[in-house]
DNA sequence: TTAAACTTTCAGAAATTTCTGAAACATGTA
DNA sequence: TACATGTTTCAGAAATTTCTGAAAGTTTAA
């Protein structure tokens, strides 16, 4: 399959970019290839679009469906597997949030949790403590907001986001609205 | 310098975490180390007490000096360079998303950008482009809430966070309150 | 100017990650 | 069974990243 300058550009691009969103180069550009084909695409298509190995495809394939970012379909009277991308581009957003948050702040959090339960020994202990305890709360903060964002909608996101600046005025106005409506928000 | 069994548990994670936040192992360590001590360390104090060289203490502390996330302070009397974190937890955390956003995702938001400036040449770079266009404008719209939260307070976020799925149940009530006080939000 | 005390640089060693390609494996068909 | 058409695995090659440590650089003081 050949593909257009401009979208190989951006397939290159993201490939490069997508080590830091937690997968390898030839993962990142198998990813977008994926993202900007209509139709699916089988394994070979791939290795040689993108120059590189018939086995690479087959591991890259493997992470990618365990991000659950794509999926194997099939073409009646075609014994091979061709993949496509799971979901829309907003889909694709959460599921890259949520993966990452699993693998990278979950185990941080767990482990602060365990290293807060004792007392600690001296005052340098207590400082360390002290920071340590912030962090904890400030990623169990992270956790709750996004899995706030999650359950909701792409269209009230939207909302949210274009609201801007409005949200701190919003909040100032908070207690106001739910004393006057008597709706208690619904902490945990 | 010696450090108890928890502190140095959290420094060693936060090194093999850091890696994926965007500086290598030994920086990690370094930054996690300067975090939980209270008082500021010299060049050769990291290196002892992580175990690794002067060199590298040097170039760790250019990269976070880079980042913002450390500064350099002095002892009277003493010649010696003196590294301590900037600021507190929360503008660490915001430190790091400000400094990831530039580095991986302003330039693909003007790729994109360049990329998007022609027209389509074909039914299949048209697909392309429209899943690159609703890339984009994710990006962009994260872009600038990241914006309006960063200018927002850690009150007020937290405020904001605490309230969950209340924010859902407030925006339904938006319309409603900004047209009774006739105050219009302030879009771009 | 020299020396002492410190920091930075950078070539290349070491460690780690990624990728290839051949062999093993799986499945359907004749 | 033998074969055709696929997929997966994994040892080790290749590429990349990180780290060391010695040499060069900087600054202050005498």
Chains 1, 2 share one sequence.
Do not use: C
Request: proline fraction near 4%.
């Amino acid at each position: 399959m050949e593909i257009s300058p401009r979208v190989q550009s951006f397939v290159f691009h993201f490939g490069e970019m997508g080590s830091r969103w937690g997968f390898n180069r030839t993962v990142g550009q198998m990813y977008a290839l994926l993202v900007v084909t209509e139709r699916p695409l089988s394994a070979t298509e791939l290795a040689e679009t993108l120059n590189i190995s018939r086995g690479n495809v087959s591991m890259g394939m493997k992470e990618l469906q365990s991000w659950r970012l794509v999926q194997v379909s099939h073409i009646p009277g075609d014994r091979k597997e061709y993949y496509r991308v799971t979901g829309s581009i907003w889909d694709m957003a959460n599921t890259i949030f949520e993966e990452r948050k699993k693998r990278e702040v979950d185990p941080t959090l767990s482990l602060l949790r365990d290293n807060l339960l004792e007392e600690p020994k001296d005052k340098e202990e207590a400082f360390a403590f002290e920071k340590m305890q912030e962090i904890h709360d400030l990623l169990e903060m992270l956790t709750q907001w996004s899995g706030e964002l999650q359950r909701l909608s792409p269209e009230k996101l939207s909302t949210l986001m274009k609201l801007g600046a409005g949200v701190s005025k919003m909040l100032s106005m908070k207690d106001q609205l739910f004393t006057k409506n008597s709706q208690p928000t619904s902490d945990s």
